[in-house]
């Protein structure tokens, strides 16, 4: 049993150091929101000002699939999430079970496009587990060393396309076999 002197102590000393923290916290608290006032932040790097989201399909291709590739798009395309970066999915006018879109101007994501083509000594990027290859000027980047090719369309109005890209690496590399290493 504590003699009551070390139990008053204890008591001062909680009861001191309460108020103190609670200070601290609304201090900090009030602090980072004065960093997250929405006039002050500027617009997000990754993407443009959004505007209204139009509701009829996006023109997407649906290439024809074997049945094994049929059966690993269709498991990509229950994966992927329902908005990427703040862009809700949109509807596509070809192989809803192979293909995505995504905002406007519509992002859009193909499984079982041609695979890619490149060469040696072209710049792959190794994110989130894929291999992603981008054509020359950034708006396609293709999965490379997968079992099905997986292609993402990102139009040149956004900025920092490789961002949007990432929002599928994961799902591409939950749902679809690596067959070899490129990157």
């Known amino acids: 049993m504590a003699d009551p002197v070390t139990r008053s102590a ?3 000393a909680a009861l001191l150091a309460l108020p103190v923290a609670l200070l601290v916290g609304a201090g900090t608290f009030a602090l980072l929101n004065d960093d997250a006032d929405p006039a002050a932040t500027p617009p997000s790097p990754t993407a443009t000002t959004p505007g209204p989201v139009p509701t009829e399909p996006v023109e997407v291709a649906a290439p024809a699939l ?46 079982g496009p041609p695979a890619a083509a490149y060469e040696p000594t072209d710049q792959l990027h190794p994110w989130g587990g894929v291999c992603w290859h981008p054509n020359p000027d950034g708006t396609v980047w293709t999965a490379l060393g997968r079992e099905v090719p997986v292609r993402v369309r990102v139009p040149a109005a956004y900025e920092a396309p490789f961002q949007h890209v990432l929002e599928f690496s994961e799902t591409v590399a939950a749902t679809v076999l690596t067959t070899e290493q490129v990157c």
């Open 66 to 111: 074997t049945e094994r590739e049929g059966i690993v798009c269709r498991a990509l395309a229950s994966q992927l999430p329902a908005e990427v970066d703040g862009l809700v999915q949109r509807p596509v006018t070809d192989g809803p079970e192979q293909n995505a879109a995504y905002g406007e101007p519509p992002i859009t994501v193909t499984c």
């Open 10 to 12: 204890a008591r001062l």
